[in-house]
Structure formats: structure tokens, C-alpha cells
């Protein structure tokens, strides 16, 4: 998987949580956003960035977050494959605002804005499905979260977004063993 991919699946998972933790994100918010993982600033402005875009960008992310969501291998890459026919998604290189030639997979340099992120975001998911083998996303395990993580590195399958988490998770069942009696030390 190119880094390229990689940075398309982390814009999708920092997408993801922006929109599942305020739903009714503004354009301002979401053009910051991908301005962040890269998109050019001054394609983001009110007269190229719209109302209209931004909804769809929305639902866009919805529908990439319920794959970020899915835990099975066989129903994610149907979830991917449906999205890619949808979009008509075909490789293809690209130059544009003064970089290298790339790999893009929407259908043309002036692709909507929703349309880019499902063709990339899905592309991008699907390589990392295909190189790990299953779904190497997911959504926290900590009962007081619900953010989203790809799961990239090496090692067994990640179950948290982040290292605080995992160790609020586990002091926490130490603590609960303790008070029932249930900790052998």
C-alpha cells in the first residue's frame, strides 16, 4: 500500500470522527479538515466548496464510516466493491495543483467532492483490506468511546483508537477484579 493510500484511509477515519462527533459539521469545519490531510486550500473555498457540497461530503463519510464500522472481511469488500462500481472508479494518473503525477481512482480532476472521498476513501480501505486480510479498522472498545482507528502496524488486531483507551480499559477490569475478589494477585 502506497502512503498515498494510507494518508486517504486516515483522512477517512479523521472524517469519520469529526462527522460522528458533531453530525451537522459545517463547511468551514470540513474544508479545515481536508485542507489538513492535504486537499489544496483554495479548492475549498465558498464559490468551489458549496452548501450542496458539504452535504454530500457528509453523507459520504457516513456511508465510509459504516465500512469503518464493519467487522467482517466478506461484507466489507462488498461494502467497497458496491461503493467503487457506484462511482465507476478506474485508476487513472493525475497532476494538479503543482504536484507529481499520482493514482487517482474518481472519474475525472473535477470530481464533486463526495465523489472524490468515496472513490479514494474506498480504493484506499480496499487496499488495506486486500493487504491485511480482514477489516484492519474499527471503532473503540473503551465503553466511553466511539472513535474510529485504522489498524496498520504490525502485531495483533488493534481494539482501541489510542494507548490511553486500552489503559483506562484495563485499569478499570483490574480495579473491578479487585473489588469483586476476583484478582488472583
Not at 464493519?70 to 497532476?95: K, Q
Amino acid at each position: 500500500m502506497s502512503r498515498r493510500d494510507l494518508a486517504v484511509a486516515r483522512q477517512v477515519v479523521e472524517l469519520a470522527d469529526a462527522v460522528r462527533k458533531q453530525p451537522d459539521l459545517g463547511g468551514d469545519d470540513l474544508a479545515a479538515l481536508l485542507a489538513d490531510c492535504g486537499q489544496s486550500p483554495e479548492s475549498l473555498t465558498g464559490a468551489t466548496f458549496t452548501a450542496h457540497d458539504v452535504a454530500r461530503l457528509r453523507a459520504a463519510v457516513e456511508r465510509l464510516a459504516a465500512v469503518l464500522r464493519e467487522t467482517d472481511a466478506d461484507r466489507a469488500a462488498t461494502a467497497l466493491n458496491g461503493i467503487l462500481a457506484e462511482c465507476g472508479a478506474w485508476p487513472r494518473l493525475s497532476r494538479h495543483d503543482g504536484s507529481t503525477w499520482h493514482l487517482h481512482v474518481d472519474r475525472a480532476d473535477d470530481a464533486r467532492w463526495d465523489e472524490r472521498l468515496l472513490a479514494s476513501g474506498a480504493y484506499a480501505l480496499a487496499q488495506i483490506l486486500g493487504e491485511h486480510g480482514r477489516p484492519a479498522w474499527g471503532v473503540c472498545h473503551a465503553h466511553d468511546c466511539s472513535a474510529y482507528y485504522l489498524d496498520v502496524g504490525p502485531g495483533l488486531g488493534r481494539r482501541y483508537c489510542s494507548s490511553t483507551c486500552s489503559s483506562r480499559t484495563r485499569v478499570a477490569a483490574h480495579r473491578q477484579r479487585r473489588a469483586t475478589g476476583d484478582n488472583p494477585g
